[in-house]
């Protein structure tokens, strides 16, 4: 299979998935909760997703898709070609702010990922990277990351790492917090790994993400030579959740090392 006519079909994709959520934007949502009263989806959601898959499985016979709502393939191996699609990462945002979410896509094979993107809907910023290819954001490539500090550096994360948990220790997070040189909270696991990538923020982690949400992040912020791993530093595997950790090499060992404290 070619794969630069692969890249050019997915970015098509997404392109039109993202002018109809902004054309979905002039009509009344359907908005329900899904595990509990604040995890939302809404009718978009769904419908985007589908409308993936049924061009994926018409064009890509033999493909395996993984979709948050899951209307595509329950896997047990990521053999051969599999596309990891969150239709919107960022439902709430998009629900109560009408921007700050975006289209997340992983295309994997056998297990490594080949290509991701990033679809910031409403900016209309595209971020992409094919696996030793260097990233990009629209047509610009995105540059390396330098080293940074922990005292000069911001870091993406959910208040509730501040809340009493059962995976982290309290205190080593209180330290963060003082040492950091400010905190981020987006709203979107896939916008807070397109900043990681281009240096808006230097790090991002969550307690609890599936392969959908962090898929096509990974493969860009590896471009721009950030490490993505679990939060016992070990590698992603891709299939069902785990906590996640993406920062530059050095800072990401220094969080680990000195601030993240699992129980
Ligand atoms: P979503 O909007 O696609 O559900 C919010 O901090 C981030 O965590 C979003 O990327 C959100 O993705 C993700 N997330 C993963 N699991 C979630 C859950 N059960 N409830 C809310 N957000 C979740
Ligand atoms: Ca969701
Ligand atoms: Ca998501
Ligand atoms: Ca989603």
């Not at 040492?179 to 696991?189: L, N, T």
Request: no cysteine.
């Amino acid at each position: 299979m070619e794969l630069q006519q692969l890249d050019r079909y997915a970015k098509a994709l997404i392109k039109e998935a993202g002018r109809k959520i902004r054309h979905s934007l002039t009509y009344e949502l359907v908005i329900e909760s899904k595990a509990d009263a604040n995890d939302l989806v809404t009718n978009m959601d769904k419908e985007i997703e589908q409308f993936f898959i049924e061009h994926i499985r018409k064009d890509y016979v033999g493909h395996a898709i993984l979709g948050e709502e899951g209307f595509g393939d329950d896997l047990l191996s990521l053999n051969g070609y599999v596309w990891m699609l969150d239709p919107i990462d960022g439902t709430m945002n998009f629900i109560h702010q009408q921007r700050n979410f975006a289209i997340s896509l992983g295309i994997f094979k056998d297990g490594i990922g080949v290509f991701g993107y990033i679809y910031d809907v409403m900016n209309d910023e595209l971020y992409s990277a094919q696996k030793g290819h260097g990233a990009y954001l629209n047509d610009e490539p995105i540059p390396v990351l330098e080293s940074t500090t922990i005292s000069k550096a911001i870091i993406g994360m959910n208040a509730s790492w501040v809340v009493p948990n059962r995976h982290i220790e309290n205190e080593g997070l209180i330290r963060l917090v003082k040492d950091v040189r400010g905190i981020r909270s987006y709203g979107s696991a896939a916008l807070e790994l397109a900043y990681v990538s281009t240096g808006r923020i230097d790090a991002y982690m969550s307690m609890r993400l599936s392969p959908w949400d962090v898929a096509g992040g990974v493969v860009i912020a590896e471009e721009v030579g950030a490490v993505a791993t679990n939060l016992k530093g070990q590698p992603l595997k891709f299939l069902g959740q785990d906590t996640f950790i993406v920062a530059r090499k050095s800072l990401h060992d220094s969080l680990l090392a000195n601030y993240i404290t699992l129980k």
